[in-house]
């Protein structure tokens, strides 16, 4: 029997085509949805990661799906918000730390007022404060008389409790836009604003007689007098430090060659440090 007789083949050609395309119809749709379901859904978990990765714990998009990518999504979202949180804490304790730091660096532990980093820091930001606009100032150095008599005879803890005491009757005197720091050893430094030379000689007058007003008692019983010698100068903003504690420094030495417990003013006019006070001791 002939079949090519009997049928014609030229009729499968059209079934043949429809199946074809049929078929591909089905690939395309098979992929277009295995896609939609799980290749974009990876790549939206893909990315969340990455944005982890970089830092953003906030800009995570969920997949609310019920399967597998869905709850994988979700946990790679709680384990952000909580590297997240857990950083903020991090970050919250590194900032307190640096604070603390800065403070133990610029801070003087026994009297709690600026060390001479801190106090120069202080002293410089002002100096550079408004050039275009100078102002004044009154520079002090304080160096507290017989220091180290009172270390040897009652000991250092004595002398740490002069320290102490110096720091503590200094405070009331000033206002809050001076600025006082233990510059070192027995000495003390204060930055006070807007005072006139009549004014300084005032407030210098004032500490020389806070320190005179009570004796400190040592643990055995006995009284240590408390006097300080104090060098002052008038600074302007924009200028030098050093040129500064210079003056400062010439009129403290004045003021102990005169016999301390006293004030000398430093004179930039005729760049001698004169007026040195002296104040009876109580």
Same mark, same amino acid.
């Given at each position: 029997?002939?079949i #090519?007789?009997?049928?014609d ?42 944005r982890?990765?970089?830092g ?5 998009v969920?997949?609310? $799906?019920?399967? /597998? ?26 900032? /307190?730390?640096?604070e603390?730091l ?5 801070i ?16 410089e930001?002002w100096?550079?404060a ?21 270390n #040897? ?27 006082? $720091?233990?510059?070192? $050893?027995? /000495? ?14 005032e ?9 005179n ?5 040592s ?39 005169a ?9 930039? $006019? ?13």
């Amino acid at each position: 029997m002939d079949i #090519d007789a009997i049928i014609d083949r030229h009729l499968f050609t059209p079934i043949a085509l429809l199946l074809i395309v049929m078929m591909t119809a089905a690939v395309v749709l098979v992929t277009i949805l295995f896609r939609r379901v799980v290749l974009d859904r990876l790549a939206t978990v893909e990315a969340g990661a990455r944005r982890v990765e970089d830092g953003d714990f906030d800009n995570i998009v969920v997949d609310q $799906g019920s399967d /597998e990518i869905g709850r994988l999504s979700r946990t790679l979202s709680g384990m952000a918000h909580a590297v997240r949180d857990h950083t903020r804490v991090l970050e919250d304790l590194v900032d /307190e730390r640096t604070e603390k730091l800065r403070r133990l660096a610029n801070i003087d532990l026994l009297t709690e007022i600026p060390n001479r980093r801190g106090f120069t820091q202080v002293f410089e930001q002002w100096l550079a404060a408004s050039p275009l606009a100078p102002r004044s100032a009154g520079l002090l150095l304080i160096d507290l008389d017989g220091f180290k008599d009172v270390n #040897d005879v009652f000991g250092h803890l004595a002398g740490d409790r002069l320290l102490c005491e110096t720091a503590r009757r200094l405070a009331p005197l000033l206002t809050e836009r001076d600025s006082c $720091g233990r510059w070192g $050893g027995d /000495e003390f430094v204060v930055l006070v604003e807007d005072r006139d030379a009549d004014a300084l000689r005032e407030l210098c007058a004032r500490m020389v007689a806070a320190m005179n007003a009570a004796p400190i008692r040592s643990d055995d019983g006995q009284d240590i007098a408390l006097t300080v010698s104090i060098g002052a100068c008038r600074v302007v903003s924009g200028g030098s430090i050093d040129a500064a504690f210079a003056e400062a420094d010439a009129a403290l030495y004045a003021a102990k060659r005169a016999g301390r417990n006293r004030f000398v003013l430093f004179d930039s $006019g005729t760049g001698e440090a004169v007026g040195a006070v002296a104040t009876a001791q109580a």
